[in-house]
């Protein structure tokens, strides 16, 4: 190995590395100082902030009786009662059939003449009385419209002791509906008012005549004004109001079904119906103002009582010639 004999050249390379290692660890006290004195091998990991709280999920208390908590069962409301001593109104089964309905007459309301089809029905053979009426109002603590409207003269006003199967009046379409849901309930079938369609049909008893009978009538035949004197009716008239199974029945074994009271329908009145009307089972219009009114009463003139009349008025509209039959549809 060659010696080098050059004594300053040495002293050189010697200085020279003391400076190098002397700048490398200059170099490395830095990066130290501005990394926090911290060195990381391999991956980085991220630490929390240690000034901040994490929040802690809510604790779930467990049921101290048991794991499991139970639904309290429901109760199912109890199905209404007939009252003592009740008795459902005599119902006639009218079979599926057809007919002609409305009337060549003057009043455009009834025309044109139009084939209507229907389901069978089972129809109320005589007029609600005042009994049937009391079952009811006895059963539920249910208040008519009249006697809302705190009216003088309400229904009782024509329920006495003698009267028990007389026509009830002095109801709303709303109180006949009222009754007809009642009566639903008790019994497990639906009930309700008869629509137009399945009035006429019913109230003519197979005949296309004016009348049940035929085209005139007496007062042999039915309650109306055949004297025409009884004018404008105020405050209670019993005197004028029948029994519901006076007089003779129709074809189908239908009482009353013109004059004594007239009757309300489930329809909405329409006075162009029959223009629009469907051939299969009309119910009239989904909407309106008016309620249909069928039958004529003590208080009407002939022409009033034919089978094809309409007439109409409000749902809370009463009257002491206004009263109601009912339909069972299953």
């Known amino acids: 190995m060659p010696i080098i004999r050059n004594k300053n ?3 050189k390379l010697v200085k020279y590395v003391i400076l190098s290692c002397c700048l490398l660890l200059g170099l490395h006290l830095i990066a130290n100082a501005q990394d926090g004195g911290r060195t990381y091998t391999g991956d980085t990991k991220i630490k929390s902030n240690p000034t901040s709280t994490p929040k802690s999920e809510p604790k779930v208390k467990s049921n101290p009786v048991s794991k499991t908590t139970e639904k309290p069962s429901e109760k199912v409301p109890e199905k209404p009662q007939p009252p003592p001593n009740f008795k459902l109104p005599e119902l006639v089964s009218i079979a599926p059939g057809a007919f002609l309905m409305g009337a060549k007459t003057s009043r455009p309301e009834e025309q044109p003449i139009h084939n209507v089809e229907l389901d ?3 129809i109320g053979k005589y007029e609600i009385t005042n009994k049937d009426f009391e079952f009811f109002v006895s059963s539920t603590n249910y208040l008519t419209q009249a006697e809302l409207d705190k009216s003088p003269v309400t229904w009782r006003s024509y329920f006495t002791s003698e009267r028990q ?3 009830v009046v002095l109801v709303s379409w709303n109180d006949a509906m009222a009754y007809c849901k009642w009566l639903s309930e008790i019994t497990g079938h639906t009930f309700r008012l008869p629509t137009e369609a ?9 005949v296309a005549t004016k009348y049940p009978w035929g085209d005139d009538i007496t007062s042999d035949q039915a309650n109306y004004d055949s004297e025409s004197e009884r004018g404008i009716i105020s405050g209670v008239m019993l005197d004028y109001v029948e029994s519901v199974d006076s007089y003779g029945a129709n074809g189908y074994g239908l009482f009353n079904v013109c004059g004594n009271v007239s009757e309300w329908c489930y329809d909405w009145y329409d ?6 009307s469907p051939t299969k089972n009309p119910i009239g219009l989904e909407k309106g103002y008016f309620k249909a009114i069928r039958g004529g009463s003590w208080v009407s003139q002939p022409e009033a009582c034919r089978i094809s009349y309409r007439n109409n008025n409000s749902s809370t509209f009463t009257a002491p010639y206004l009263g109601f039959r009912i339909v069972k549809v299953n």
């Open 271 to 276: 006075p162009n119906y029959y223009k629009n």
């Open 165 to 167: 199967n007389y026509p």
């Open 198 to 206: 399945e009035w006429e049909y019913a109230a003519r008893g197979g």
């Open 120 to 122: 069978g029905f089972q």
């Open 9 to 11: 050249l040495i002293s």
